[in-house]
């Protein structure tokens, strides 16, 4: 079932990021902003800078994210989506849902067991984060996904 998911978000990709270069709507939230793109200059460490992520939920809710790496876009493979409870800042559960390609990840989940109690019909409830991981194990800042 998660890799139907999975299938979806990847042929929904061009149907969920619109969101054009600047539209940062984070309001302070915690998504940091990259300038300039892929040149290194906004790197303080070996592992991949998050610079815009998103959540929107349809049929599903699908999960976005943009980012850098020193190493260059194919460094970047995967990333966990994370429920967090923000009454309690408990983390209500993690899972590895993006899959990234050329500076952008793609995910989705439904309304699985396994998700409870954040499903996708409840997510107007919690706060969802991203974080990458890079080939070698470095991790990016987790980054609030912003509603779009």
């Given at each position: 079932?998660?890799?139907?998911?999975?299938?979806?978000?990847?042929?929904?990709?061009?149907?969920?990021?619109?969101?054009?270069?600047?539209?940062?709507?984070?309001?302070?939230?915690?998504?940091?902003?990259?300038?300039g793109?892929?040149?290194?200059?906004?790197?303080?460490?070996?592992?991949?800078?998050?610079?815009?992520?998103?959540?929107?939920?349809?049929?599903?809710?699908?999960?976005?994210?943009r980012?850098?790496?020193?190493?260059?876009?194919?460094?970047?493979r995967?990333?966990?989506?994370?429920?967090?409870?923000?009454?309690?800042?408990?983390?209500?559960?993690?899972?590895?849902?993006?899959?990234?390609?050329?500076?952008?990840?793609?995910?989705?989940?439904?309304?699985q067991?396994e998700?409870?109690?954040?499903?996708?019909s409840?997510?107007?409830?919690?706060?969802?984060?991203?974080?990458?991981?890079?080939?070698?194990?470095?991790?990016?800042?987790?980054?609030?996904?912003?509603?779009?």
């Open positions: 079932m998660r890799r139907l998911g999975l299938c979806l978000a990847l042929a929904a990709v061009g149907c969920i990021s619109g969101k054009g270069e600047g539209d940062d709507d984070t309001g302070g939230g915690g998504a940091s902003e990259i300038d793109g892929s040149d290194g200059s906004s790197f303080d460490g070996d592992g991949p800078v998050v610079s815009e992520a998103t959540i929107t939920s349809t049929d599903a809710c699908y999960v976005t994210a980012y850098d790496d020193p190493q260059g876009p194919a460094d970047v995967r990333g966990n989506v994370i429920a967090v409870d923000p009454a309690t800042g408990t983390e209500v559960w993690v899972d590895e849902l993006f899959v990234c390609i050329d500076y952008e990840c793609v995910g989705s989940f439904r309304e067991p998700y409870a109690p954040a499903t996708c409840r997510a107007a409830d919690y706060e969802f984060y991203g974080q990458l991981e890079d080939r070698s194990g470095n991790l990016s800042e987790r980054v609030l996904l912003v509603w779009e």
